[in-house]
T-cell receptor
Framework: KAGVTQTPRYLIKTRGQQVTLSCSPI?????VSWYQQTPGQGLQFLFE???????NKGNFPGRFSGRQFSNSRSEMNVSTLELGDSALYLC?????????????FGSGTRLTVV | QKEVEQNSGPLSVPEGAIASLNCTYS??????FFWYRQYSGKSPELIMF????GDKEDGRFTAQLNKASQYVSLLIRDSQPSDSATYLC???????????FGQGTTLQVKP
């Protein structure tokens, strides 16, 4: 069974640019969550999508957005990049049960903003 | 107050000893609790979850939950150098599907 696939693995962008990250969940998983991981803040919850709808949202500015497609694949977009957006972005998928959100993580996308 | 709190460590134990990792959470409505392990440069991997008060054992790992005290712990018996990693406690917030992580505890197992 294929795991959670994130592309690309590495990205280098310039301040002010925008970026789109992609995530393909485990087959049959309907929930996709996105997290930002930095050494200082740890794993910070960005948002969660379930059946193409954003079900939960974290405390990030509106520059961070996402969407989910009918095949459960998800994309995350960050506009007007800032230096502080440099981080590891992790996608995780689960079957979607709200009472037991057991997530499997992808390998992540390492974003560097210069 | 953070939603999920862990001691960042490092927690250092000798090989063969029991490592005890602790976590507290603030949301009394939380129903599910997870322990993830993250090796340096890798993504988190799920070790085990627990949702009922008491203990849950899986091999060398035991998760303990006390909802009244809002406390979760992970015991690792017969610790091995390969257990050296950061252990992340995660809490399912209410009945939302949202999973919030603590900062993680770094465990070092010395041969």
């Amino acid at each position: 069974k294929a795991g959670v696939t994130q592309t690309p693995r590495y990205l280098i962008k310039t301040r002010g640019q925008q970026v789109t990250l992609s995530c393909s969940p485990i087959s049959g998983h309907r929930s996709v969550s996105w997290y930002q991981q930095t050494p200082g803040q740890g794993l910070q919850f960005l948002f969660e999508y379930f059946s193409e709808t954003q079900r939960n949202k974290g405390n990030f500015p509106g520059r961070f957005s996402g969407r989910q497609f009918s095949n459960s694949r998800s994309e995350m977009n960050v506009s007007t990049l800032e230096l502080g957006d440099s981080a590891l972005y992790l996608c995780a998928s689960s079957p979607g049960t709200v009472s037991l959100p057991s997530y499997t993580f992808g390998s992540g996308t390492r974003l560097t903003v210069v | 107050q953070k939603e999920v709190e862990q001691n960042s460590g490092p927690l250092s134990v000798p090989e063969g000893a029991i490592a005890s990792l602790n976590c507290t959470y603030s949301d009394r409505g939380s129903q599910s609790f997870f322990w993830y392990r993250q090796y340096s440069g890798k993504s988190p991997e799920l070790i085990m979850f627990i949702y009922s008060n008491g203990d849950k054992e899986d091999g060398r790992f035991t998760a303990q939950l006390n909802k009244a005290s809002q406390y979760v712990s992970l015991l690792i018996r017969d610790s091995q150098p390969s257990d050296s990693a950061t252990y992340l406690c995660a809490v399912g917030i209410g009945n939302t599907g949202k999973l919030i992580f603590g900062q993680g505890t770094t465990l070092q197992v010395k041969p």
